[in-house]
């Protein structure tokens, strides 16, 4: 009986060294299966766009930049610029952001329209939800602007700070999610986007230092006038140059008020003279 229970366990053993890197094997290999598969699904799910979905992606993608790239940002450095102008070049500048605001609205609304007919509009991902923010701002801004109050009313302060604060909001926020449109291109279709990455921070980096340039621009040019008016500043009038005037007024019996650069004690003398 021993004898048998010994055989036993060795035959059990056997098996087990046996078999043991058959299982391994075949579960190394469901391992493989599973992870190649996850790895062909994926590498399918890039590939399987079609040529006619690329272009609505391009366009897409070319208009949202038009209008939250590059229209928006110009139409705020254009309305900045008309608040140092008077009369027609101050009305140049408004119309002209109003212009670049308007045309940038209406190719927003371009850009959602073929997103909604050509897109698969689920928003589970940063680009999606931030465009559909930035859609529903962007109009609230429009009525915003439309009720304009005068010049002159109390409503027009809180009317500007409004104002002010949904327009660089939407334009800073369109500039983000142009950057997270690019990264889900590129990881929809497996294109580079770092030539259009660079291109566009170029872009914004230009009409960011125009900005900034066109406020310090004034300044500036005062400096500028101010030391060179310094070397034609005609010399002070002096204390003799005006004990002379004064003879010569009481000299010609004239009562002229002579302003002399001497302490304020003599202020009430020139007064009474």
């Given at each position: 009986m021993e004898m048998f229970g010994?055989?036993?366990?060795?035959?059990?053993?056997?098996?087990?060294?046996i078999l043991l890197p058959l299982v391994e094997c075949s579960s190394h290999e469901d391992f493989t299966l599973s992870s190649n598969h996850k790895s062909i699904k994926h590498s399918l799910?890039?590939?399987?766009?079609?040529p006619e979905m690329r272009s609505h992606i391009k366009i897409h993608g070319i208009l949202l930049w038009a209008?939250?790239?590059?229209?928006?940002?110009?139409?705020?450095?254009?309305i900045r610029m008309s608040i140092r102008e008077t009369g027609t070049k101050a009305k140049v500048f408004f119309y002209l952001h109003l212009f670049c605001q308007i045309l940038s609205v209406l190719l927003s609304s371009i850009g959602a329209v073929l997103s909604i007919k050509n897109f698969e509009n689920s928003f589970n991902n940063n680009h999606q939800q931030l465009g559909l923010v930035l859609y529903a701002v962007m109009w609230v801004q429009v009525v915003v602007g439309y009720l304009r109050p005068p010049r002159g009313k109390k409503r027009r302060s809180t009317w500007y700070v409004v104002h002010?604060?949904?327009?660089?909001?939407?334009?800073?926020?369109?500039?983000?999610?142009?950057?997270t449109g690019l990264r889900a291109y590129h990881h929809k279709t497996s294109r580079s986007t770092?030539?259009?990455?660079?291109?566009?921070?170029?872009?914004?980096?230009?009409i960011a230092f125009?900005?900034?340039?066109?406020d310090k621009w004034e300044y500036m040019q005062k400096q500028g006038v101010i030391l060179g008016n310094n070397n034609n500043v005609e010399p002070p009038v002096t204390t003799t140059t005006s004990v002379v005037q004064v003879m010569i007024a009481e000299r010609d019996n004239e009562?002229?008020?002579?302003?002399?650069?001497?302490?304020?004690r003599n202020a009430l003398r020139n007064l009474f003279d």
């Open positions: 010994f055989l036993a366990k060795l035959s059990i053993s056997a098996c087990y060294i799910n890039k590939v399987q766009i079609s209008s939250m790239g590059f229209l928006m940002p110009v139409g705020i450095l254009t002010w604060l949904l327009g660089t909001s939407v334009t800073l926020v369109g500039i983000i999610n142009i950057y770092t030539i259009w990455t660079i291109i566009f921070t170029a872009e914004i980096s230009f125009l900005y900034l340039f066109q009562k002229v008020l002579v302003p002399e650069p001497c302490g304020k």
